[in-house]
């Protein structure tokens, strides 16, 4: 039967009445199939009973959406199950992992102006037009005051740091860049980072709040500081060493021949530095006899204060005479040529007689070499003993007073090491062993009113101003070198030296008093 008349006006009656409505648009498919209907290919009613079955089918079959899936429908579904303005929102819930949509960036990076930096206008700034910059300020003012705004913040004086900013350019450390690459702007660059790194070891600042007065960003501050550090570990021995020459052992032994101690090339003792974010696995073998994770450095010093010799790294629940048969530098003066080289002092009756070997002071923790010369122990302080053991425990505060000096200059020594890395940690302080030497030349005048009285009283003392390291190896040369009858016979040779020590201090002070 064909009802293709009525089908075909009541049709586009449907048809044109969409249109006119709400104006949702029919798929092309439907408007083929009903166009076909109109044109007689397709029988009419055949067609509407097929699309009213499909219909019927697609709403309550099992893959068919239920009300739930429709009141938690996206934001933008429209109330149509089958029109969704996202593709990708899967409504029947077959697709579990849903694509997130990125956000656009609401800022664009923007580099820092160093110029405008807080730094360089409050410090950095140059001669113009005759008046005087606040460069030239600050050289004059951090070199005369050390309780300056300048060497409160940087612990450095302007020049050094100058030279510094210097050594970095000439190392390659730091390179023009694009928006960087006048001379001047480089060298600026330079002194900044420089100022960052100091500002890092001397207060334990955060990358992140350094970067603000430098107009620099953090990750720029992070990646120098790493490289400063790098530098100043690989070339350590530009800064930290001992005696080069015959000329300058004699000259560091006759600071202590002057308070009754001579033949003696140094002090040397073991500082504990907390190591804040020591990892779970080190934690029990670094926690020794403080309550918190340490690593150990051994530090030989003079009479100036200038360190001679810094150990590697070692856990904190290592001892003194565990870390000592580990230091390469008090194998130097045992097995160097240190000890050939005579001195002489008085025996009991004021005669002169001569010694073989240089040695260092040091407490009682060490073993007994005669290279470590400690005090006596329960000595009365009225006898020979106790009057020497009382001398060498004034003069041995040198090295205390230097290991002060460090963890009040370098906050981040005292504060606490912030690196996982035990090789990182190292490094700074290492690097602080080396600003340490550095500074040295910023001394008061010796006609300062302040002394430190170390031992017998000097009147030209001065005061100031301003991944595991262990090398096994070494020790095991020591054992295997140092059988038990050695080691007797070393402890007889230290009791011996040390003997001979105090009569000669003895003898000393009675004839000065005499």
Request: glycine fraction near 6%; charge should be negative.
């Amino acid at each position: 039967m064909n009802n293709s008349g009525l089908g075909s006006s009541s049709l586009l009656d449907i048809h044109n009445n969409d249109d006119d409505g709400d104006g949702d648009d029919e798929d092309d498919d439907f408007v083929l199939q009903m166009e076909s209907a109109l044109e007689g290919e397709v029988e009419t009613d055949d067609f509407v009973s097929t699309f009213e079955r499909e219909l019927e089918e697609s709403l309550f079959s099992d893959t068919a959406i239920d009300n739930t899936s429709l009141l938690e429908a996206p934001a933008s579904f429209d109330g149509d199950p089958f029109m969704l303005e996202d593709p990708e929102v899967d409504v029947y819930g077959t697709n579990t992992q849903q694509k997130r949509v990125r956000g656009k960036c609401r800022e664009f990076y923007k580099f820092g102006d160093i110029f405008s930096s807080c730094w360089y206008s409050k410090f950095l700034t140059r001669d113009s037009n005759g008046v005087e910059g606040s460069r030239t300020l600050t050289r004059r003012l951090s070199s005369l005051d050390r309780q300056g705004t300048f060497r409160s913040a940087f612990r450095l004086p302007l020049d050094k740091v100058e030279r510094l900013a210097m050594l970095m350019l000439e190392k390659g450390i730091i390179l023009p860049t694009r928006r960087i690459h006048s001379a001047f702007a480089v060298q600026l660059k330079a002194e900044l980072h420089v100022l960052g790194a100091l500002s890092v070891l001397g207060h334990a600042l955060p990358f992140q709040v350094i970067s603000i007065p430098s107009n620099i960003s953090k990750e720029e501050h992070r990646i120098f500081f790493h490289k400063f550090i790098d530098y100043f570990f690989d070339n350590h021995e530009d800064y930290v060493y001992l005696p080069r020459d015959l000329d300058e052992l004699r000259q560091i032994s006759s600071k202590y021949r002057e308070v009754g101690l001579p033949g003696a090339m140094g002090s040397k003792d073991v500082v504990h530095v907390k190591w804040s974010r020591a990892p779970a696995g080190d934690f029990n073998r670094c926690k020794g006899k403080e309550s918190y994770p340490t690593i150990a450095f051994q530090c030989i010093t003079n009479f100036e204060r200038r360190i001679l010799g810094v150990s590697r790294a070692q856990y904190g629940t290592r001892n003194d005479k565990s870390i000592v048969r580990r230091d390469h530098n008090v194998a130097a003066v045992r097995t160097g040529w240190y000890s050939s080289v005579e001195w002489e002092y008085f025996t009991l009756h004021g005669e002169v007689s001569t010694d073989v070997g240089y040695y260092l002071i040091c407490d009682n923790g060490y073993l007994r070499w005669p290279t470590s010369i400690c005090p006596y122990t329960h000595a009365d302080k009225t006898s020979m003993e106790g009057y020497f053991s009382t001398n060498l425990e004034s003069v041995r505060k040198d090295v205390e007073c230097v290991f002060g000096i460090m963890k009040k200059r370098w906050k981040i020594l005292d504060c606490g090491l912030k690196f996982r890395s035990m090789a990182v940690c190292e490094k700074i302080f290492f690097t602080c062993c080396c600003l340490h030497n550095e500074m040295l030349d910023m001394m008061e005048s010796h006609t300062t009113r302040y002394r430190v009285l170390r031992g017998l009283a000097n009147q030209t003392d001065g005061m100031w101003l301003s991944d595991g390291c262990d090398d096994m190896q070494l020790m095991m040369e020591f054992d295997a070198n140092e059988p038990p009858e050695s080691q007797r016979q070393l402890a007889m040779q230290w009791a011996a030296r040390r003997r001979r020590l105090a009569e000669h201090l003895y003898f000393s002070r009675r004839k000065t008093l005499d």
